[in-house]
């Protein structure tokens, strides 16, 4: 296990490590949420087009509120990343559940595009961090 503050030293040295990611990933979704709202204009029309571009935004806003809630509890003491990890989950799932119940209630027809942007969203998301993670990341790493 490594000393204190040894953590704290080598981020100080690489500050942009833990969100340098992210503008890879926010392309990808914007890119994704164009295609999203054309699919969904097609098969629903406007309301799917919202729906499928709300939902891809929905995603993008949650892994991106998580990534930068981790990188700052990374930033000030690496085990406070599991409780505000899991805290912050335990939230988003929640606050998603509300919505996804309100929107039902009001018959909307752009739910079940939200909820196919939302899935389409969490695969890209998670598809462009893994190609990251092993190519433009592991060619940074030391060996």
């Known amino acids: 296990m490594a000393e204190p ?5 080598e981020a100080a040295a690489d500050r942009g490590w833990r ?8 392309a ?5 949420a164009a295609a999203a709202a054309v699919a969904g ?13 709300a939902g891809v935004a929905v995603t993008a806003a949650s892994y991106t509120l998580t990534t930068v809630v981790l990188a700052w509890a990374d930033s000030k003491d690496p085990q406070l990343v599991l409780p505000f990890g899991l805290g912050l989950y335990v939230a988003k799932i929640t606050a998603l559940g509300g919505v996804m119940v309100l929107v039902a209630s009001t018959g909307w027809p752009g739910l079940i595009p939200f909820a196919l942007g939302i899935a389409a969203g969490v695969v890209v998301w998670t598809g462009v961090h893994v190609w990251w993670l092993t190519t433009v990341h592991a060619r940074r790493m030391p060996r």
């Open 28 to 32: 990808a979704v914007v890119v994704l």
């Open 41 to 53: 204009g097609v098969w629903r029309g406007a309301d799917g087009a919202l729906g499928a571009a």
């Open 5 to 9: 503050g040894t953590h704290a030293a």
């Open 19 to 26: 969100l340098r990611h992210l503008p890879v990933l926010l």
